[in-house]
């Protein structure tokens, strides 16, 4: 059986800033459906740290041609709220990029994965930099509630990780060396919160 293709579009969160690569949550999730009895390739990621939803936009359309995919996850949006861009910015642009990932896994929107974007305000980066974790959580918990109502208006599986994020996310096991970005342990847990959902999306695939 000929493994379903995986695409994985994102920031820092899904490039895996500050860890190895086998750590990065879309690779655990690929391993965990491959575990489930799903034939699935190590996804091909198409990340970088700092991209907001526009620059992961135009690093789409640089990439073009992508191609079809079987299977596509995103999680995007920590650097529009780090910057301070408005959030009918995010909306704006998270929609057209939920158009795009649509297209991408063959106009198949149950084929498309988002995860809500982690809480960064609860780790020893931002006490460093004096910023107030209770703004950050208030602007991220916007931006995840536009996310999620537009994936509901498109038929999009929507994954709620931040959570996971705030319990014991600015533990030292949880975080990278930079204090920052996740650790392949925290990870481990958004692959592991993904994982029924991704099941279900891909049941018709499983042999």
Known sequence: MTPLRYLALGDSYTI???IDASG????QLAAGLRAAGIAIAEPRILATTGWT???LSAAMDAAEPLGQWDFVSLLIGVNNQYRGL???DYARGFDALLARATAL????ARRVLVLSIPDWGVTPFARRELRSPRRIAAELDACNAAAAERCRARGIAFVDITGISR???DAAAMLAD?????SAAQYAR???AALPVARALLADAAP
Do not use: I, Q, S
């Open 16 to 18: 895996g800033e500050g």
């Open 24 to 27: 990065r949550w879309p690779r």
């Open 53 to 55: 939803t526009d620059e």
């Open 86 to 88: 408005p959030l009918a």
């Open 105 to 108: 896994a063959g106009g198949r």
């Open 167 to 169: 319990d014991g996310g």
């Open 178 to 182: 930079d204090g920052l970005h996740p």
């Open 190 to 192: 958004w692959a592991e």
